[in-house]
Structures are given as C-alpha cells and as structure tokens.
C-alpha cells in the first residue's frame, strides 16, 4: 500500500486553523479536510430534525441515519447533508455553538473519525480540528497546536465579520470564544488537548505567512 502524508492541526476556536492549514495545503498539494465542517453539519441536521443536543440517543440514531460526504471542488472541500451542498450555510455563529454541542456525543464522534481516518488513507492531507493529533491521526508525519490568545482571536474574527458587512461585538465573541473552548476542553470524549508529540505554536504575533512557512519547514525535517 501506498503511504501518504498526513498533518494534523488541532487548537482552540479562531486560532487560524483553517486558513493557514488551507495554505499549507496548496504549497505542498495536500488536500485539505475540514473537520469542523463535518461536526457544523451534525449540528444542522440536529437543528433540521428538531433534536435537543443533549438527547444523546436521538442524536446517535439521526446520525447513523444521515450521509455526511466530501466532495472537492477545485480543491475547495464541499460538504454534503444527505445529498444537500450545506457548505455555505454551516458558517453562522450559531452553528459553530451548535456542532460543540453535538460534538460531545459519543455516537457522533465515532462515524466523523471512521469517514476522517478514510480520506487519509487515500490521500496526502493536512487536516484540522480538535482530536486530529490525539485521535485521528495519531501518527501523523507532523503534529501541530495552534493556539492565540483569547483576546486576538476575538479582534481577528471581529475584524473578518465586520469586513463581511456583517455586524457583531467584539466582547459577545471573546465570551463566546472562551465558553466554546472551555466546552471542548472539558468534554469526556476525546476533548481539546495537546499530543503528547505535538509541536506548540502561538501564532498571536505571527502572521498567516510566517506560520504557515513554519508549519511546511516542521513538516520537511519530520519527513527527510
Ligand atoms: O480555523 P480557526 O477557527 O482556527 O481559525 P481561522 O478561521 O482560520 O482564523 C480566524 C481569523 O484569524 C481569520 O480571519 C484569519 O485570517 C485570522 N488570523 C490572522 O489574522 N493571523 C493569524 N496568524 C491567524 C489567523
Ligand atoms: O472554525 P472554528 O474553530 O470556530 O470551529 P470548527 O473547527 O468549525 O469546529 C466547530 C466545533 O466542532 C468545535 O467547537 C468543536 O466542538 C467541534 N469539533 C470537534 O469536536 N472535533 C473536531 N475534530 C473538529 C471540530
């Protein structure tokens, strides 16, 4: 069998996950597996169906039911619910508090890693979430922990929100921020935490560029 690369970028909400993971990809031709996206469209379907996050059961059985597919687009991840393109409509605020709430379910985490560790058996990844380092690809080539300080990460998605035209208060963000992660830190299944053999990164005074030179620099002496 052919061996394919894999990295793994785990840490905290708006630490820059998905954009510098995204350019990393790019540089060394990886594709790019968001899965956060997997855990917001869990949360749609949990919205859609009318059942309460808290109803692991119901959960459970909707989620066994529901067809969760990738699909790349010009190297763009497209997420399908049940044969519906919902890429656009899992990036509200909302649905972001809603997939940490689902994401706490056994039942829901097992089917997301079974479909995650696939697309990395059959292709060359960089990957980000919450347990990709701890769980999902526990031997992955390279192991990241991103993180920033609450604080810029809430000036960062203000900005890119405002940016968007879309308006929103910077305090509300930093407590959401702060609740999100105590949420995923504290979960009994596979919560937020550092592998043991992750490399620790603080990106708060790095721009996109420079972590994103720094990851693809970690990533050529782990595999010469
Ligand atoms: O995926 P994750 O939630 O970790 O974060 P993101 O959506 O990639 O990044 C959140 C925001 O911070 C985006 O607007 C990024 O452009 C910005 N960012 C930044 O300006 N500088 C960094 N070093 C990292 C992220
Ligand atoms: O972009 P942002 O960092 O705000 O969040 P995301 O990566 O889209 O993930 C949304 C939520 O899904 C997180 O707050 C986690 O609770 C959950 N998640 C998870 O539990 N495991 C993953 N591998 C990815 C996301």
Do not use: W
């Amino acid at each position: 069998e052919q061996k394919h690369y894999s990295i793994a970028i785990d840490g905290p909400a708006g630490a820059g996950k998905s954009t510098i993971a995204k350019l990393v990809a790019k540089e060394l031709q990886f594709i790019y597996v968001d899965t956060g996206a997997m855990y917001r469209a869990i949360g749609l379907l949990a919205v859609k169906e009318g059942i309460d996050s808290n109803e692991e059961e119901l959960l459970g059985a909707a989620v066994k039911k529901a067809d969760i597919s990738l699909k790349y687009e010009d190297s763009r991840q497209q997420i399908y619910l049940n044969g519906e393109n919902v890429t656009d409509d899992i990036r509200t605020e909302e649905a972001g508090k809603m997939a940490s709430a689902v994401a706490k379910a056994k039942a829901v985490r097992e089917k997301m890693v079974d479909i995650q560790k696939g697309i990395a058996e059959s292709s060359d990844v960089i990957m980000d979430g919450r347990d990709i380092g701890t769980v999902v690809l526990p031997f992955a080539d390279l192991k990241v922990y991103l993180t920033a300080d609450a604080k810029v990460r809430a000036e960062r998605r203000f900005k890119e929100l405002t940016e968007k035209g879309i308006s929103c208060n910077i305090e509300e963000i930093e407590k959401d921020i702060i609740a999100r992660d105590y949420q995923d830190m504290n979960r009994a299944v596979s919560p937020l935490k550092k592998a043991e053999d992750a490399v620790a990164l603080d990106c708060s005074s790095m721009t996109i560029e420079e972590v994103a030179a720094s990851i693809i620099q970690l990533f050529q002496k782990a595999v010469s």
